[in-house]
């Protein structure tokens, strides 16, 4: 008899493998436990951006999104297809328990919704699961993404009304991220056999805590990888930034209103240094550019510049050590009991909207399951060419986005 196993989409969230261990006393999430769960979702965001750090041009992602999703989807795996997640994502499962580590993943978008409602900056996270109606999903599992993720069961009928269902989900994500994330799900992405999606979208809006003044922006040159020169917008200030520098790279931080959130810009010192610097991006590397920041008055020019950024990842993520996920080997029996799901598909998409008054920025993740068959004078900061670019929650050290800038004009 021919096994037949339910798909589905998961857009970045949570994390716990229910019903394939045995239960654990309910223990709180800790600080540490927290900055254990940040330094390898780090990790992860790094390891992500070198592998897509090949595609050509402009770059944009949310690292933080998709492993959001991705957790959501590990608290149902079991076996092997939950061990390949755990090392792949750099969960910190050796060293918290399933408890201590969704307990601390929920805990740190607690902390970034809570920011966000203090009216400096908007930041909203938001988590959701679409299920198909009548289909039957472990009580423990739904608890735990509601209890930790806030993600409530959305019941819907992909068997019949896949289409509509997609509209529906689509029309969330897009209000969740003020309609700056349109179409995630393409169409053909869910059908009759798709069981169960899960959303997670992230919404930024902020000011920069020192503004550029609009009057003195004016068109410069801008020069990209090969050598050609476009004319941009630049904008430009001088004022007080956090600030290093080597031999190869200049590195700046620019905090947003109530100086919680930064964009940090690396910026090679070569015209056409933007590739050998990616080559050494880790999470180290950044960590320790960032110890060495210190707050100075520094002239800067910035283009001012938008970019959509959307990607398919499931070859990418089975690439990186997580395969069994996306084959008639996966194990997400803590879903449903059952060896019945396997990820058909991870979708992501990312905006992001750099100008004079500070950033937008938003994102969305989906993971698809279907049945089997990122004193002197001031010195001078020109982003005149390529380079790399975080949004990063100084508070916690989380990177919610990342990307590179190769051509302001698209």
């Not at 809570?114 to 908007?122: H, L, M, S, V």
């Amino acid at each position: 008899m021919k096994l037949v196993r339910n798909a589905g989409i998961i857009a970045v969230c949570l994390c716990i493998a229910a019903g394939c261990m045995a239960a654990e006393p309910n223990q709180p999430a800790s600080p540490r436990g927290e900055q254990t769960i940040i330094e390898g979702n780090n990790k992860f965001a790094l390891g992500l951006y070198r592998v897509l750090q090949g595609r050509q041009g402009n770059l944009f992602l949310s690292p933080y999104s998709i492993s959001t999703a991705l957790a959501m989807t590990y608290a149902g795996a079991c076996g092997t297809t939950q061990e390949q997640m755990a090392k792949t994502l750099q969960f910190p499962t050796p060293t918290l328990n399933n408890e201590q580590f969704h307990n601390a993943f929920g805990a740190i978008i607690g902390q970034l919704n809570e920011a966000g409602e203090k009216g400096g900056y908007e930041l909203v996270v938001a988590n959701a699961l679409w299920g198909q109606k009548d289909y039957k999903f472990l009580q423990e599992f739904l608890t735990l993404v509601k209890e930790n993720y806030e993600g409530d069961l959305k019941q819907v009928d992909f068997a019949t009304q896949a289409e509509a269902v997609r509209k529906t989900i689509n029309d969330w994500v897009e209000s969740k991220t003020r309609e700056k994330i349109k179409e995630l799900i393409k169409p053909g992405v869910l059908d009759s056999m798709t069981r169960l999606v899960l959303t997670n979208a992230i919404y930024f809006k902020g000011k920069w805590a020192s503004q550029f003044k609009p009057e003195r922006t004016q068109d410069a040159q801008f020069t990209v990888l090969g050598g050609e020169k476009v004319n941009v917008p630049m904008m430009n200030q001088t004022s007080g930034f956090g600030y290093m520098e080597t031999d190869t790279v200049q590195v700046l931080a620019m905090p947003y209103v109530n100086n919680e959130l930064s964009m940090v810009i690396l910026l090679p010192k070569k015209l056409d240094g933007v590739d050998e610097m990616e080559k050494g991006l880790t999470s180290d590397a950044i960590a320790g550019w960032l110890a060495k920041l210190r707050k100075r008055e520094v002239q800067v020019y910035l283009p001012r510049f938008k970019l959509t950024s959307e990607f398919e990842l499931a070859q990418v993520l089975g690439g990186m050590g997580m395969p069994d996920a996306f084959s008639s080997k996966a194990d997400f029996s803590g879903m449903t009991g059952n060896k019945d799901l396997f990820i058909s598909a991870v979708v992501h998409k990312a905006y992001v909207d750099v100008n004079e008054e500070g950033t937008e920025a938003a994102a969305a993740t989906g993971v698809a399951m279907k049945l089997t068959s990122v004193g002197l004078p001031p010195p001078v900061f020109r982003a005149d060419h390529p380079f790399v670019f975080l949004i990063r929650d100084d508070q916690t050290g989380s990177i919610l986005f990342m990307g590179r800038m190769a051509n302001p004009k698209g």
